[in-house]
């Protein structure tokens, strides 16, 4: 059958073989398939979907397409995590030095901003000088030196994802659960952690909108999982608005030095907390005491401390201001009365790439000084004239009032109050 036939099988709803679904795999690593035809079968799979079958097989062709670093028989204490992506969503800075703050080290293969979101990678590298390239024995140093490891995918690891996802980026095709598994799973068993914790977003500016496409998510990525051998939950958290006040790359890191020191926004440090609490009891840890030994590290400085020691390991300066700052602040104001009800988190991130938090073609850069900050939440009474949020403005070239607009229509304002959706759904059982 050639490529073509296969394209044309799974646009028809057909399901694939295993073999169809390697050959795939391996045109993307090795280059042999067009990126038109990879593009095609992306769509393809995005809208007809694939069975648990082919979802398996696939996230196992693209793990045994590259090097696995196999890091739990080196550190089997180290523990990973992963988010499925929202906005405001500054987890990952923070979870890295806080539970290097409580002796527990903890390795990341993390990824690049991914259509609406803003990207791990892309955050640190705001950070003058911090480098994200390193490979296995890199990574080991880094956690005997500090605890703590973010590093970016190599070429050997699942080569077929790189080129995926860049992909998907590009064409629409980041929200397909098969997609989004084949891809998260890939680099976590590749990487290889004996432990676990999964965020899966849920709401307006996450990938999958509504509890039961997050629950669908949590579980299948839990699944594969746990029957690789690793100690892994999922936790269901909400993503109605943004997690945190700020999306771009330069003032996401400031916002997680705020947390870092003890300050900085509720929510944030809250889905952290919640986050880092399940990592610890599936290392062993009680929980009531896995929480306060958490707490007590935000408040006494021993994670500011752990910041400090993980940056400088990465080759990063640590000092905030040498951080990137806008060339200029717009206000986005509210135009008339009542309460804010809604926000469209896919606008906002959408709005933050435009103005230089992500990238609109695969060879864009990113401007680390623009962002978006939002200054209202959920629920929040709203007069007319008030800030509803920032425009950051860095260096790349934008249309300033159609961005503006945007933003202003990604809020809605009603008399009643609205019901608050919860900040953390829990583990898909509590859902």
């Given at each position: 059958?050639t490529?073509p036939?296969?394209?044309g099988?799974?646009?028809?709803g057909e ?15 090795n ?22 079958e ?10 045994q ?10 550190v ?6 992963h988010?499925t992506?929202?906005?405001?969503d ?19 293969m ?13 955050k ?6 911090f ?52 891809s998260i799973?890939?680099?976590k ?7 676990l ?13 509504t ?14 999982a746990r ?41 944030l ?9 399940e ?18 590290a ?12 993980f940056v400088?390991?990465h080759?990063?300066n ?5 951080l ?25 991130g959408r709005a ?17 000084g623009g ?27 934008v ?18 109050a609205?019901?608050?959706?919860p ?9």
């Amino acid at each position: 059958m050639t490529f073509p036939e296969i394209i044309g099988k799974k646009r028809d709803g057909e399901s694939l073989t295993r073999e169809e679904i390697a050959r795939f795999v391996r045109g993307a690593g090795n280059g042999g398939l067009a990126g038109e035809q990879l593009a095609a079968l992306l769509m393809a799979i995005c809208i007809r979907g694939m069975t648990a079958e082919e979802t398996a097989w696939l996230t196992e062709e693209m793990l045994q397409s590259g090097e696995m670093w196999h890091l739990a028989d080196a550190v089997p204490e180290a523990v990973d995590k992963h988010s499925t992506g929202g906005i405001g969503d500054t987890v990952s800075l923070i979870f890295a030095p806080l539970m290097a703050a409580v002796g527990v080290p903890i390795a990341m293969m993390a990824g690049r901003g991914l259509g609406h979101s803003q990207g791990t990678l892309d955050k640190l590298e705001a950070i003058p000088g911090f480098r994200v390239g390193w490979d296995r024995g890199g990574m080991l140093d880094l956690l005997e030196r500090c605890g703590a490891a973010v590093v970016a995918q190599t070429d050997d690891i699942a080569p077929a994802d790189r080129t995926l996802y860049a992909l998907r980026d590009i064409t629409a095709t980041v929200p397909s659960l098969p997609l989004i598994v084949g891809s998260i799973m890939s680099k976590k068993l590749a990487l290889g952690a004996g432990t676990l914790s999964l965020d899966v977003k849920c709401g307006s500016g996450a990938f999958r909108k509504t509890l039961p496409e997050a629950k669908e998510l949590a579980e299948a990525l839990r699944s594969v999982a746990r029957s690789a051998g690793v100690a892994c939950e999922a936790v269901i958290t909400e993503m109605d608005q943004p997690l945190g006040p700020a999306l771009g790359t330069a003032c996401e890191v400031r916002q997680a030095i705020e947390i870092i020191e003890g300050r900085g926004s509720a929510p944030l440090r809250e889905v952290t907390l919640r986050l880092a609490e399940e990592a610890l009891v599936l290392r062993g840890r009680d929980r009531t005491s896995a929480r306060a030994d958490l707490e007590k590290a935000l408040d006494d400085g021993s994670a500011a401390v752990a910041w400090e020691a993980f940056v400088r390991a990465h080759c990063g300066n640590p000092d905030p201001d040498l951080l990137a700052r806008p060339r200029r602040v717009v206000d986005v104001l509210a135009e008339g009365p009542g309460r804010l009800t809604a926000v469209d988190g896919e606008d906002l991130g959408r709005a933050a790439v435009e103005v230089g938090a992500g990238r609109r073609r695969l060879d864009e850069v990113i401007d680390y000084g623009g962002g978006i900050e939002v200054l209202v939440r959920l629920g929040d009474p709203i007069e007319p004239g008030q800030p509803l949020a920032r425009v950051l403005l860095g260096e790349r070239p934008v249309d300033e009032p159609a961005v503006i607009d945007k933003v202003r229509e990604a809020f809605t304002l009603a008399h009643d109050a609205p019901e608050q959706p919860p900040l953390v759904y829990g583990t898909p059982e509590l859902t």
